[in-house]
């Protein structure tokens, strides 16, 4: 599995952008696409994960109720949409995925990564 995130830039708090990560390579059917980021001097986090079969979501605390994962089948194209955004959410963001049925946070079960695409948050 191949994954391209795109997307990233600069946004003033309280704005959005919209993340997208092109998977190929396999199909995705039975996969859990993830979201993640890494700010500077902090470790790699989880922020929301979609299941492809049945679109079930999971979020982080930090971003529920903000952050909206999604996927489009037809062009194996997952979607972070971030709105209000705030300093915090400065980050490299990663797209991730996964095969399996068992929904997991952990960066560690994670066996394909995009490159990242960077998301900063001014005031």
């Known amino acids: 599995v191949q994954l391209q995130a795109s997307g990233g830039g600069l946004v003033q708090a309280g704005g959005s952008l919209r993340l997208s990560c092109a998977a190929s390579g396999r199909t995705f059917s039975s996969y859990y696409m993830g979201w993640f980021r890494q700010a500077p001097g902090k470790e790699r986090e989880f922020v929301a994960a979609?299941?492809?079969?049945?679109?079930?979501?999971y979020y982080s605390e930090s971003v529920k109720g903000r952050f909206t994962i999604s996927r489009d089948n037809a062009k194996t194209t997952g979607y972070l949409q971030m709105n209000n955004l705030k300093l915090e959410d400065t980050a490299i963001y990663y797209c991730?995925?996964?095969?399996?049925?068992?929904?997991?946070?952990?960066?560690?079960?994670?066996?394909?990564w995009g490159q990242g695409t960077l998301v900063t948050v001014s005031s």
């Open positions: 979609i299941r492809w079969s049945n679109s079930n979501t």
């Open positions: 991730a995925a996964r095969s399996g049925t068992v929904y997991t946070s952990s960066r560690n079960l994670y066996n394909y």
